[in-house]
Nanobody
Framework: VQLQASGGGLVQAGGSLRLSCVTT????????IGWYRQAPGKQRELVAA???????NYKDSVKGRFTISRVNAKNTVYLQMNSLKPEDTAVYYC????????????????WGQGTQLTVSS
């Protein structure tokens, strides 16, 4: 399964951006998808996840600001990010798999290049 994250960029604090993740997986509709981020010098962390049934999970610091959604017909998951803060600056990655695997941040294969988000103060 290959995943392509896109939509990153440079935004000012308080701004909004939407990330997209397109996958080549044939089991997309039955898999969970997670968005993760990794800031320089820090470990990759789960930001948001959505199950095949639409159940969501968010990192506490993004609750109320970020929204994850999916369009199974397009094999695509979105991450709408509002009220962005400088501490949201990171490379954002997506992952696909069983719910618990996604929550644990396990990936069997390359994470890909991700997409860079930079929030200026």
């Amino acid at each position: 399964v290959q995943l392509q994250a896109s939509g990153g960029g440079l935004v000012q604090a308080g701004g909004s951006l939407r990330l997209s993740c397109v996958t080549t997986g044939t089991t997309f509709s039955t898999d969970a998808i997670g968005w993760y981020r990794q800031a320089p010098g820090k470990q990759r962390e789960l930001v948001a996840a959505i199950s095949s049934g639409g159940r969501t999970n968010y990192k506490d610091s993004v609750k109320g600001r970020f929204t994850i959604s999916r369009v199974n017909a397009k094999n695509t998951v979105y991450l709408q990010m509002n009220s962005l803060k400088p501490e949201d600056t990171a490379v954002y990655y997506c992952n696909e798999g069983p719910w618990l695997t996604v929550l644990a941040g396990r990936r069997f294969g390359s994470w890909g290049q991700g997409t860079q988000l930079t929030v200026s103060s």
